[in-house]
């Protein structure tokens, strides 16, 4: 079976993806049925597939499916906020990570990469054993995610469940696209495992930032209930001091958050109350 035909077997797609796929249908048949209209149905279709792309380099994009980006109103009004740290386990950072967040008394949720999961499991099990939630952040974290159809989709977040399960005893329930890109294939495929896009709100661009500083600032201008914050763990940036700046950034990021009477909590918790 084609990845077109796999992608026909699925649902739901996206109004936006539905229209898209009608567009193309009507934009071959002018072309066909038309004299003199393909130049104009090639342009048609050229222009969809540009919008389509676009919406898949959009991390909060909601055209190709749903995408949790914030908390809802609920959470938001009880002042509850996510920190959401992706890329790991890693052997070095995320402990010390661990020991920040329970010296606060803050929850977070880890978005991991099943293959460094599997690689330390019992660094994983003492994520969840503090309280913390792990997500799915695909088996490999593959640079060529967004280029990906519906069978490899499957396979690569089937995988990554599987393993996630086997060594936290937990199945998740929201998953994270690696850089937030993706494609209208996804939606799909995500819906059919039960997993919940989930973006963020701000981000610090903590893998490539060096300054702590700026790095915080872009988490907390215009701080509030309901935002979905990301970090990392995996791939952390190092201060100029050689620390991974995610430990750099939570201490006075948690200190704001309080002053602010906000409280970070897992995503399981805040999404089901």
């Not at 009608?22 to 071959?28: P, Q």
């Not at 974290?141 to 990554?160: K, M, N, Q, V, W």
Request: hydrophobic fraction near 50%.
């Amino acid at each position: 079976m084609s990845d077109i035909a796999a992608f026909a077997t699925l649902r739901p797609v996206a109004p936006f993806v539905r229209a898209s796929i009608a567009w193309h249908v009507l934009a071959l048949g002018s072309a066909l049925l038309v004299p003199g209209a393909a130049p104009w149905a090639l342009g048609a279709i050229v222009i969809n597939q540009l919008v389509i792309t676009i919406a898949g380099l959009m991390p909060r994009s909601t055209l190709l499916g749903r995408n949790i980006s914030r908390l809802p109103a609920a959470a938001a009004g009880r002042g509850e906020v996510a920190i959401t740290i992706d890329d790991g386990p890693d052997p070095e950072v995320t402990p010390a990570v661990l020991d920040l967040l329970d010296a606060a008394g803050q929850k977070a949720t880890f978005f991991c990469i099943a293959d460094r999961v599997a690689a330390h499991p019992a660094l994983a099990r003492e994520i969840m054993a503090r309280g913390h939630s792990i997500q799915n952040h695909t088996a490999r974290h593959r640079h060529d995610f967004s280029l990906l159809g519906p069978r490899a989709y499957a396979a690569e977040l089937g995988r990554a469940q599987t393993i996630l399960a086997q060594v936290t005893g937990q199945l998740p329930s929201c998953f994270r696209a690696p850089a937030g890109f993706r494609n209208p294939f996804l939606a799909p495929v995500l819906n059919c495992m039960g997993l919940a896009l989930v973006s963020w709100t701000r981000r610090g661009y903590d893998t490539r930032e060096a300054d702590a500083q700026r790095v915080l600032e872009r988490l907390t201008r215009g701080l509030a209930g309901g935002d979905i914050l990301l970090l990392h763990d995996g791939n952390s940036a190092r201060s100029a001091q050689g620390r991974p700046v995610v430990l750099e950034v939570l201490p006075p990021l948690i200190e704001q958050l309080r002053g602010l009477g906000l409280r970070s909590v897992t995503l399981p918790q805040a999404l089901s109350a």
